[in-house]
Antibody, heavy 119, light 107 residues
C-alpha cells in the first residue's frame, strides 16, 4: 500500500524558513518522480514543485521560484521542500504526491502538513 | 498556462441521484486529465485517470469521459460517502493545472 506522510509544518513569521519532509513507503521510491501540491485555507489545489526520480530535474511554480527548493534522498525514501523567504500567501496545507505514468499525473497523495505564515 | 474551468462550483443532490461535473480546458489536452475526490482533512484521492480510466478500487458508479477540451465526471447513483469536493487536473502541459473544484453537498 502506498503511503506518503508529510511532516515539518508549523507557524512561522514572514521572511522565515521551513523544511517539509515526506516519508514514502509501499513503492519503489527511487523509480518515481515526486511533487508538492498546496491548498490554501478554503481554496483549491495548486501545484508547487516536482522532482525527477534521480533528483536531476526540478520544476517550480512561478509563485515559489527562487524561494523554494525541492530535493530528495532516495536512500531514506524521503522527499523534501525547503521553503525560504516565506510570505503570508504561502499559508496552506502542503501535500506530497507521487507521480504516476506521466509527468504531472499525480496518482497518490499524502494527507498534508499545514504551514502558517503570520506575524 | 492551460486554464481548467470546472462547473458547477457546488451542487446539492440526494442519495441515489445521478451527478455530472464538467471540466473545460482552454486548449486541447488530448485525454491527459484526472479526477480527484477530496474529503475534509484528507488526502485527495484519484478516481479517474486518462480521462476515462477507473482507478483500481474505485466503485464503478464513478465514470469519466471526454477528450480534447471537454471532460465529464459522472456519479451514476450518489452514495452518502460521495459527499466531497471533486477536482480535475490536466497533465498535458507544464505547469499542471487544476479545476476550481466542485463541492457536492447533501440536499
Amino acid at each position: 500500500e502506498v503511503q506518503l506522510l508529510e511532516s515539518g509544518g508549523g507557524l512561522v513569521q514572514p521572511g522565515q524558513s521551513l523544511r517539509l519532509s515526506c516519508a514514502a513507503s509501499g513503492f519503489t521510491f527511487s523509480n518515481c518522480a515526486m511533487s508538492w501540491v498546496r491548498q490554501a485555507p478554503g481554496k483549491g489545489l495548486e501545484w508547487v514543485s516536482s522532482i525527477g526520480s534521480r533528483g536531476r530535474s526540478t520544476y517550480y511554480a512561478d509563485a515559489v521560484k527562487g524561494r523554494f527548493t525541492i530535493s530528495r534522498d532516495n536512500s531514506k525514501n524521503t522527499l523534501y521542500l525547503q521553503m525560504n523567504s516565506l510570505r503570508a500567501e504561502d499559508t496552506a496545507v502542503y501535500h506530497c504526491a507521487k507521480v504516476g505514468s506521466a509527468w504531472w499525473d499525480f496518482d497518490y497523495w499524502g494527507q498534508g502538513t499545514l504551514v502558517t505564515v503570520s506575524s | 498556462d492551460i486554464q481548467m474551468t470546472q462547473s458547477p462550483s457546488s451542487l446539492s443532490a440526494s442519495v441515489g441521484d445521478r451527478v455530472t461535473i464538467t471540466c473545460r480546458a482552454s486548449q486541447g489536452i488530448r485525454n491527459d486529465l484526472g479526477w480527484y475526490q477530496q474529503k475534509p482533512g484528507q488526502a485527495p484521492k484519484r478516481l479517474i485517470y486518462a480521462a476515462s480510466g477507473l482507478q483500481s478500487g474505485v466503485p464503478s458508479r464513478f465514470s469519466g469521459s471526454g477528450s480534447g477540451i471537454e471532460f465529464t465526471l459522472t456519479i451514476s447513483s450518489l452514495q452518502p460517502e460521495d459527499f466531497a469536493t471533486y477536482y480535475c487536473l490536466q497533465h498535458n502541459s507544464y505547469p499542471p493545472t487544476f479545476g476550481q473544484g466542485t463541492k457536492v453537498e447533501i440536499k
